[in-house]
């Protein structure tokens, strides 16, 4: 949740407050409708569970929240253990910006840049995108389309380059077909003039 959704920000006049990363609404209302969406995070309940509730307020976008009561703590770190989910892991992408906190099913990681309060930040637009296009193709399981896309240094840069790419040439193409169409398919008009006596 910390510095992938929200972003602790301190003000002398508000104290600390959590700062809603760009386009957060946004990921949310999109993923709801393809994925069942945990919130996993190493900030106990004490302060998670207010966090997310500002972050959803109805509860129709965030099925699950697990806090760090949920975590294992190993090596002075707290992990997040995915078999808690009880959920098929060949299903379960799991977002974070730390390597360490999913070390125990790396496979199932996209690790995304770790977001400092950047107002101009589109990660989280990049990240829907990419999230969608897996529930879409009806991946069987989404650990293979995770390890080819993380054998790049920014996973979403390089999705995001293809997917532009993609579009470019899905433009084109429908530029072509109707360029085509235009010139076979002319109006013919025949007029037939009649002289007058």
């Given amino acids: 949740m910390t510095d992938v959704l929200v ?3 301190w003000k002398f006049r ?3 407050r959590f700062k809603k990363r760009a386009a957060l609404d946004l990921f949310l209302q999109q993923l709801s409708p393809h994925y069942e969406v945990v919130v996993y995070t190493n900030e106990s309940v004490m302060i998670g569970g207010p ?7 109805q509860g129709q976008f965030i099925h699950f929240r697990l806090f760090r009561e949920a975590t294992r703590y190993k090596g002075g770190k707290h992990i997040k253990d995915l078999s808690c989910l009880n959920r098929d892991l060949s299903r379960v992408v799991f977002v974070d910006w730390d390597p360490a906190a999913a070390q125990l099913q790396p496979r199932n990681s996209l690790i995304i840049k770790r977001w400092d309060g950047d107002e101009s930040d589109r990660e989280l637009i990049d990240l829907a995108a990419f999230l969608r296009m897996i529930a879409m193709g ?3 399981d989404v650990r293979l389309v995770l390890d080819y896309y993380r054998e790049f240094d920014d996973p979403l840069a390089f999705f995001r380059e293809k997917h532009e790419e993609l579009m470019e040439i899905q433009a084109k193409r ?4 109707e360029k085509a169409l235009s010139k076979r398919i002319r109006p013919t008009f ?4 009649m002289a007058r006596s």
């Avoid at 966090?51 to 307020?57: E, S, T």
């Avoid at 025949?190 to 003039?193: L, V």
């Fill in 14 to 16: 508000s104290g600390w």
């Fill in 51 to 57: 966090v997310l509730a500002q972050m959803d307020p």
């Fill in 174 to 177: 429908k530029q072509e077909t």
């Fill in 190 to 193: 025949s007029f037939t003039g």
């Fill in 7 to 9: 972003h602790p920000d």
């Fill in 138 to 140: 009806s991946v069987d």
